[in-house]
């Protein structure tokens, strides 16, 4: 019935335009009771986009299962948000076709930014928890947050103005290594191993014009020799 | 005139609720037309957020000014960023009023929302300009629109939970510092103003168990001192 609606709904806001099509045009051509729209979508603009709550869901639960608590924190919502991208690739065809009606209508754009809302809360939130133990946790699990939910957005967009074609999955992935790598911790933290031999010395000989990402694997390589 | 229709929409949003008032109360009260009530604002829930446009304009024009081409393309988004700061510091006791109200109406935290989205647009178009010449611009440019946006509507959370205290405008920098340090570029760029001098050498002895950032700050203190 889910499934009867939506496709009615689309069907509708395809010939005569998302405005101009009501809730009753929508149960009228999908055979259903308008209670029964209302049971599965809270208004006209939710049919359009009928996967999130599921998404958001499976989402949540990913983030809440223990194994993942091991990964590195980033690197776990970065993986809960390919998850998003996985929802519209399995089906391209209706995906490029919603993004072409949600570009055009005010009501269906912020209907999406109040979801994408929701994501970036969802991640913000597991982020906060595994950063409890620090003094910059909330703020860095927010910003953390959103950057990752705009890189991804940024790849899906590329995704859907090509048309969904099917080669766009390592946009996602540069998309989210880009954002993880932004967020590791800075060189500082890369060597915290070697701590417990405080006292062996390096000597490192640089140019002064050198760029200093050669003095720093310099140092590095340095280092790792000793 | 918009100060009275915001002063009599406020004052029925408190008696009688938002849901419960209607443009109708609220141009009766104010003593005005609706037609210039429509004027100024294009829905009920935009005259709870009446300064936010005039915000994105001053924010629009700070960007667009050329004064701030030799700055650091962050540094001038997060000082743009600032502005909305200080727009809801103008005004605290309205400002924890506005947030109090938000804060129950599903209709205004998806105006809300939007209006954020507007913001993260503006700071992202003009980093996009400023990265116009990296392979990675678009994606940096929307990464960190979103982040310094997300860091910003921390601070100011805390700052609005707290009632709007008087001394909330050191945590907005230290999130706006926090961001810029996360996505300053990395060691290897900071030093490219010293390429023009290449012979000079600097000797640095750094200890194993030494953290990379303390390394990396001997080298700079010792090139700053050549």
Redesign the interface.
Known sequence: MRDAIVGAAFQLFGERGFEQTTVDDIVALAGVGRRSFFRYFPSKESVVFPDHEGCLEGMTAFLADPAGDADDPVARVCEATRMVFRMYAANPEFSVRRYELTRQIPAL???E??VV?RY?RTLADYLRGRFADRA?G???A??????V???H???LRIWLRAGGRADAEPDVE??MA??AE??SE???????D???????????????????????RG??EA?EK?
């Not at 927010?142 to 950057?147: F, L």
């Not at 070697?194 to 003095?215: K, Q």
């Open positions: 754009r912020a209907h930014a109040a809302r970036e910059d909330s703020l860095r927010e910003a953390i947050a959103a950057s939910a705009a890189a957005n940024h790849a540069r998309a880009y954002v932004a967020w800075r060189p500082d933290k890369a060597l915290a070697g701590a417990s031999e405080p006292d062996e010395v390096v000597v490192v000989v640089a140019r002064r014009g050198a760029p200093m990402w050669r003095v720093v140092v590095q280092l000793h």
